[in-house]
T-cell receptor, first 113, second 110 residues
Framework: AQSVTQPDIHITVSEGASLELRCNYSYGATPYLFWYVQSPGQGLQLLLKYFSGDTLVQGIKGFEAEFKRSQSSFNLRKPSVHWSDAAEYFCAFLTGGYQKVTFGIGTKLQVIP | DSGVTQTPKHLITATGQRVTLRCSPRSGDLSVYWYQQSLDQGLQFLIQYYNGEERAKGNILERFSAQQFPDLHSELNLSSLELGDSALYFC?????????FGPGTRLTVT
């Protein structure tokens, strides 16, 4: 079955520390992959995407993600976290001819001083 | 600001009632998607429209229906509401592979 797994429901990091949010997908081919961020009470904002080509993609707000085909992973990283990064992060992939997006369950990021 | 607008922002209604949520896509986007986000189910895809026609269906209940009008705005109709329908309802639009989300409508069924 097609699915996205975000194994960490909740992560706490100190401000200034590095961050890695994990995402694994299950799909028969390489899907189009996305990371979205949702701040409290807000809609989802697209952070970055991977369609093909360079497996390290840069996004907004200093985030990057690396696609690893062998591990079916698309982990999100940031070298130094800011308090404003506290939010919920969703990994997602696009499949099918009708552009159906499947979302992971989300990872809530807490940033402590 | 994604360019996608949704109204109303909040909606409180009673069980058994019917409500309509409205979405205006980004200028030029032909596709509109509806999602439901709840604490227990996460973010669930409901339905997609493309240029006025239904394209894909997800976990949409029979009590729910949607349509996309010639001006490309879309409405999601929820009827015979139950307590469990309380959730955030998002609309997203796209003209390619990336979806841009609106701010959502928070529906509370009492």
């Amino acid at each position: 079955a097609q699915s996205v797994t975000q194994p960490d429901i909740h992560i706490t990091v100190s401000e200034g520390a590095s961050l890695e949010l994990r995402c694994n997908y299950s799909y028969g081919a390489t899907p189009y992959l996305f990371w979205y961020v949702q701040s409290p009470g807000q809609g989802l904002q697209l952070l970055l995407k991977y369609f093909s080509g360079d497996t390290l993609v840069q996004g907004i707000k200093g985030f990057e993600a690396e696609f690893k085909r062998s591990q079916s992973s698309f982990n999100l990283r940031k070298p130094s976290v800011h308090w404003s990064d506290a939010a919920e992060y969703f990994c997602a992939f696009l499949t099918g001819g009708y552009q159906k997006v499947t979302f992971g369950i989300g990872t809530k990021l807490q940033v402590i001083p | 600001d994604s360019g996608v607008t949704q109204t109303p922002k909040h909606l409180i209604t009673a069980t058994g009632q019917r409500v309509t949520l409205r979405c205006s896509p980004r200028s030029g986007d032909l596709s509109v998607y509806w999602y439901q986000q709840s604490l227990d189910q996460g973010l669930q895809f409901l339905i997609q429209y493309y240029n006025g026609e239904e394209r894909a269906k997800g976990n949409i209940l029979e009590r729910f229906s949607a349509q996309q009008f010639p001006d490309l705005h879309s409405e999601l109709n929820l009827s015979s509401l139950e307590l469990g329908d309380s959730a955030l309802y998002f609309c997203a639009s796209s003209n390619g592979y990336e979806q841009y989300f609106g701010p959502g409508t928070r529906l509370t069924v009492t």
